[in-house]
C-alpha cells in the first residue's frame, strides 16, 4: 500500500473520543501515523508479524499495521475507544498494567507523555518490552528518560484543543519516534 493510499484511510477512521483527560488522549492525524508505520516497515517489516497496538486509542497505529500485513492486537483502557477497537478486530480491553498480553513480533505506542501523571509512561515502555523484544514509541522529543533506542522519525503531533486547560484553538509539539530493543 502506498503511503498515501495509507494516510488517506487511515484518517477516514472515526475519531478518537478524547473524553479523558488523565489518559492524556489526543488523536494521532492519519498523514503522521501512515508516515511512522512506513518507517517500521521499512525496519522490521510488518507483513505477517505479530503486532501489539499498546493504549490504541482508535486504532489507527494498529488499524495501519494491519493494513500493512500485520495480525494486531489492540489494547486499550477507555471504554469507548476500545469500542472502535473491537470493529477493526482483535482487542483486549483494560489498562495496560493490568491486562495480561500476548507475545508479540513488536509494540507500536503513542502512550501518555506523563504530563497528567508523571511516570504514565513507563508502565507502557515496560509491558510491551516484558512480551515483545522490539518496541516502537512516540513521545515527546524533550523526553530523556526512555530506555537507549534508534531514533526513527521526527515530526510535529497537533493537538486540537479538547481540554478545559488548552488555551490556544491548536496546538503542536515537536516528537521522535525510536525504536527500542529488549537488553
Keep these: 500500500?502506498?503511503?498515501?493510499?495509507?494516510?488517506?484511510?487511515?484518517?477516514?477512521?472515526?475519531?478518537?473520543?478524547?473524553?479523558?483527560?488523565?489518559?492524556?488522549?489526543?488523536?494521532?492525524?492519519?498523514?503522521?501515523?501512515?508516515?511512522?508505520?512506513?518507517?517500521?516497515?521499512?525496519?522490521?517489516?510488518?507483513?505477517?508479524?505479530?503486532?501489539?497496538?499498546?493504549?490504541?486509542?482508535?486504532?489507527?497505529?494498529?488499524?495501519?499495521?494491519?493494513l500493512l500485513g500485520a495480525d494486531v492486537t489492540f489494547v486499550e483502557c477507555d471504554p469507548d475507544a476500545a469500542e472502535l477497537c473491537r470493529q477493526l478486530g482483535n482487542t483486549i480491553e483494560g489498562r495496560v498494567e493490568d491486562v495480561d498480553l500476548p507475545n508479540a513480533d513488536l509494540v507500536i505506542t503513542n502512550p501518555p507523555w506523563g504530563f497528567q501523571n508523571h511516570g504514565a509512561d513507563r508502565v507502557f515502555v515496560e509491558r510491551a518490552l516484558e512480551c515483545s523484544p522490539v518496541l516502537h514509541i512516540m513521545h515527546n522529543a524533550a523526553a530523556t528518560h526512555l530506555p537507549k533506542g534508534e531514533l526513527v522519525l521526527e515530526g510535529e503531533f497537533r493537538m486540537p484543543a479538547i481540554y478545559s486547560h488548552h488555551n490556544s484553538r491548536m496546538g503542536k509539539t515537536a516528537i521522535r519516534c525510536w525504536r527500542i530493543t529488549r537488553g
Excluded at 495509507?6 to 489526543?26: G, R
Excluded at 503522521?32 to 499498546?54: E, F, H, P, R, S
Design 1 to 66: 500500500m502506498k503511503l498515501r493510499q495509507l494516510a488517506i484511510t487511515l484518517s477516514k477512521l472515526p475519531p478518537h473520543p478524547c473524553s479523558n483527560v488523565d489518559l492524556e488522549q489526543y488523536q494521532t492525524e492519519g498523514d503522521l501515523a501512515a508516515l511512522w508505520l512506513a518507517n517500521i516497515d521499512g525496519i522490521d517489516g510488518l507483513n505477517g508479524k505479530t503486532v501489539i497496538d499498546l493504549g490504541s486509542g482508535n486504532g489507527i497505529l494498529g488499524y495501519g499495521a494491519k
